[in-house]
T-cell receptor, first 123, second 108 residues
Framework: QLQLQESGPGLVKPSETLSLTCTVSGGSITSGIYYWGWIRQPPGKGLEWVGSISHSAATFYHPSLESRVTVSADTSKNQFSLRLTPVTPADTAVYYCVRHKDSGNGADAFHIWGQGTTVIVTS | EVVLTQSPATLSLSPGERATLSCRASQSVGIYVAWYQQKPGQAPRLLIYDASNRATGVPARFSGSGSGTDFTLTISSLEPEDFAVYYC??????????FGGGTKVDIK
């Protein structure tokens, strides 16, 4: 059964870089036609899609974050990553890594989620 | 960007009652709406995709309907474990993939 696990620093200073990694187990990041993405949830608020990388390494980002975000994949480690810079306190959130399928007419729903990791931006 | 508006914000019901949650899109999204359930401290869980298809392992009391701009999630008879927050999400027009603001179903 495919599982996703986020990892990375829980505290980041304003103006610095948030870097998170999602480790995929129970399956290969290169098998099938999937997107690997990130969703975040500020404390007490709703869900916001951040960005995704496709099986062909194409990247897609939320327009409001596009200038600050990078999603990349390391197939040798079966991992994908999120980089957000520079950060502000508004980037404080639980960050989830997700898998969604390329359905042929776009990105499918988010079928598989990691458990989430909390990132707090504070000086 | 497609804006999804969920109503009501909070739904107070008793176990055994029927829950009807609404999601309205700012433009047509075809059938490409999904529904998620989130309990406190947990990741969201996919319930319904493409308006009416139940995800793996989702009980039959959960059903989805709708197309275009109006979508509904129905829980036919609330079980104690169904009290949670529910989000809709569209995939027709992206990026960005967008979510509604959520409906909290709590115990009356």
């Amino acid at each position: 059964q495919l599982q996703l696990q986020e990892s990375g620093p829980g505290l980041v200073k304003p103006s610095e870089t948030l870097s998170l990694t999602c480790t995929v187990s129970g399956g290969s990041i290169t098998s099938g036609i999937y997107y690997w993405g990130w969703i975040r949830q500020p404390p007490g608020k709703g869900l916001e899609w951040v960005g995704s990388i496709s099986h062909s390494a194409a990247t897609f980002y939320h327009p409001s974050l596009e200038s600050r975000v990078t999603v990349s994949a390391d197939t040798s480690k079966n991992q994908f990553s999120l980089r957000l810079t520079p950060v502000t306190p508004a980037d404080t959130a639980v960050y989830y890594c997700v898998r969604h399928k390329d359905s042929g007419n776009g990105a499918d729903a988010f079928h598989i989620w990691g458990q989430g990791t909390t990132v707090i931006v504070t000086s | 960007e497609v804006v999804l508006t969920q109503s009501p914000a909070t739904l107070s019901l008793s176990p055994g009652e029927r829950a009807t949650l609404s999601c309205r899109a700012s433009q047509s999204v075809g059938i490409y709406v999904a529904w998620y359930q989130q309990k406190p401290g947990q990741a969201p869980r996919l319930l319904i995709y493409d308006a009416s298809n139940r995800a793996t392992g989702v009980p039959a009391r959960f059903s989805g309907s709708g197309s275009g701009t109006d979508f509904t999630l129905t829980i036919s008879s609330l079980e104690p474990e169904d009290f949670a927050v529910y989000y809709c999400q569209q995939r027709q027009h992206w990026p960005p993939l967008t979510f509604g603001g959520g409906t909290k179903v709590d115990i009356k």
